[in-house]
C-alpha cells in the first residue's frame, strides 16, 4: 500500500484593505502622521475651546489692564496682549473661527464649482467653452485681491469674508472636475449607460462625480489651510474678522506695533497659522499618498 500525503492549502495573502492602507501610509510616513496630528488639535481646539482655554472670557475679548503686555511666564506661557488678554486663551479660542470660515469656503466653492465643471466637461462644445471663459474671468484676477475688492464693497466682516473667498475659490473645483469629466466621458461604462438610455443627470451624479471625488477631496483638505491662511491676510488688513474676535489674523494686526518691544504679540497667533496650514497641507499629500493605486503594492 502507498502512503497518501495530504498537501495542506497554502496560506491566503492578506487582504489589503483603506484600514491597512491608511496605517501603512501613517506608519511609513511621520510628515503624514504629523499632519493629521495637528489637524485633529485643530478640531478639538475648535470643539472644546471653551474647557481647554485657561481664561475663555479673555479669549473672547474680555480685558484686564493690569495684565498689559506681559512677557510670557508660567502664569501666562504666552503672554498677554496690549489690552492685558491672555494670548493663548485668544489662540485656543481662535480656531473655531479659522476652522468654520474655512470649511464654509470650501463647500460653497465645491458646491458652486463642482457642478459647473462636471456639467462642461461631460457636455462639451459651447456650453463648455461659455462655463471655462467666466471661470477664466475669475481666474484672471489675484484671489486675495479680488476678495479684497469684494470684502471692501460689502463691508468687512467675518461673513463677508468668507463669502468672497468663495467666490474666488470656485473657479479651481470646475477645473479640476472639467479636466477629470473629459477623461471619463469616452470610457466604455459612460458610452454603455448612454446606450441603454440612462438619463444624463443620473450619468453625472452616480458615476462622472463619484469618480471626481478623489481629486476633490485631497485638493479640498489643502484648500482648508490655504483658506485659513486666506482668511488671516483679510482680517491682517482689516477687511476680515473685527475687534475683538479672536481671530489670528487680527490678532497679528494687533501686535505688529510692539513686534521689538512685545514680540509675543504677534509671534503666537502667527504660528498658529502656520501650523494649520502645514498641517492641512501634510494631511493633504497623504491623502494624495492613500488614493494613489500604487501604494497598494507598496
Avoid at 479669549?59 to 501666562?76: E, M, N
Avoid at 489690552?83 to 481662535?94: A, E, F, K, P
Avoid at 462639451?124 to 484676477?141: P, S
Avoid at 509675543?264 to 488614493?291: K, Q
Amino acid at each position: 500500500m502507498t502512503a497518501t500525503t495530504t498537501l495542506s492549502p497554502l496560506p491566503l495573502p492578506a487582504r489589503d484593505t483603506s484600514a491597512t492602507r491608511l496605517w501603512r501610509v501613517l506608519r511609513t510616513d511621520w510628515l503624514a502622521a504629523s499632519g493629521l496630528a495637528i489637524v485633529l488639535l485643530m478640531i478639538m481646539l475648535a470643539l472644546f475651546g471653551e474647557w481647554i482655554a485657561p481664561n475663555p472670557a479673555q479669549g473672547l475679548g474680555q480685558t484686564d489692564v493690569t495684565t498689559r503686555s506681559l512677557a510670557p511666564s508660567l502664569t501666562h506661557l504666552m503672554g498677554t496682549d496690549q489690552l492685558g488678554r491672555d494670548i493663548l486663551s485668544r489662540v485656543i479660542m481662535g480656531a473655531r473661527p479659522a476652522m468654520v470660515i474655512s470649511i464654509v469656503v470650501v463647500l460653497l466653492a465645491a458646491l458652486i464649482g463642482i457642478p459647473l465643471g462636471a456639467i462642461a466637461g461631460y457636455r462639451g462644445g459651447w456650453l463648455d467653452d461659455l462655463l471655462m471663459r467666466i471661470t477664466e474671468v475669475f481666474q484672471a484676477f489675484p484671489p486675495l485681491l479680488l476678495a479684497m475688492v469684494t470684502v471692501a464693497i460689502l463691508g468687512p466682516s467675518l461673513f463677508n469674508a468668507g463669502l468672497a473667498l468663495a467666490i474666488c475659490w470656485w473657479p479651481w473645483y470646475a477645473r479640476l472636475v472639467r479636466a477629470e469629466a473629459r477623461s471619463l466621458r469616452e470610457r466604455p461604462f459612460i458610452e454603455a449607460s448612454r446606450a441603454i438610455g440612462v438619463p444624463t443627470w443620473r450619468i453625472l451624479t452616480r458615476h462622472i462625480l463619484r469618480n471626481c471625488m478623489t481629486p476633490v477631496l485631497v485638493q479640498a483638505t489643502v484648500d482648508v489651510g490655504a483658506v485659513i491662511l486666506a482668511a488671516g491676510s483679510l482680517a491682517f488688513l482689516g477687511l476680515g474678522a473685527q475687534p475683538p474676535s479672536p481671530d489670528w489674523g487680527l490678532m497679528v494686526a494687533e501686535g505688529r506695533g510692539q513686534i521689538f518691544t512685545a514680540w509675543w504679540i504677534s509671534a503666537f497667533p502667527g504660528l498658529a497659522i502656520f501650523a494649520a496650514v502645514l498641517g492641512f497641507n501634510l494631511l493633504g499629500d497623504a491623502l494624495r499618498d492613500f488614493f494613489d493605486p500604487r501604494q497598494v503594492k507598496r
